[in-house]
């Protein structure tokens, strides 16, 4: 069992940036759990945004924000981290994280979102032009 919390979101004109945290909660080691983050806009689909390896060493970036966003985990501090720069109207959407349990060692990068057991609620970003 894993609880997730989002934080960072908010409003911010196109060209900005935002650091978005996901804080997990859990009697297992944060490092077992492979992790990602999803968007959601209005009236779409959940869609995957990025993935991060166990150790932080391998990552994975839908086309839409490659170069642009990266993801981090600090397993010290149970936390995914999501830099978001250079962003656009488009980006606009919910962002939520997503834990699936894994195997520290393993590298497995998810980018399914049924595969992941576990999510936050989620944080609002907005990009007005």
């Known amino acids: 069992q894993v609880q997730l919390v989002e934080s960072g979101g908010g409003l911010v004109q196109a060209g900005g940036s935002l650091r978005l945290s996901c804080v997990a909660s859990?009697?297992?080691?944060?490092?077992?759990?492979?992790m990602g983050w999803f968007r959601q806009a209005p009236g779409k689909e959940r869609e995957f945004v990025a993935a991060?390896?166990?150790?932080?060493?391998?990552?994975h970036y839908a086309d839409s924000v490659k170069g642009r966003f990266t993801v981090s985990r600090d397993n010290a501090k149970n936390t995914m981290y999501l830099q978001m720069n250079s962003l656009k109207p488009e980006d606009t959407a919910v962002y939520y994280c997503?834990?699936?349990?894994?195997?520290?060692?393993?590298?497995?990068?998810?980018?399914?979102?049924?595969?992941?057991?576990?999510w936050g609620q989620g944080t609002q970003v907005t990009v007005s032009s």
């Open positions: 991060v390896s166990w150790n932080g060493e391998t990552s």
């Open positions: 997503a834990a699936d349990p894994g195997f520290s060692s393993i590298v497995v990068i998810i980018t399914d979102p049924m595969e992941y057991d576990y």
């Open positions: 859990t009697v297992r080691t944060f490092s077992s759990y492979d």
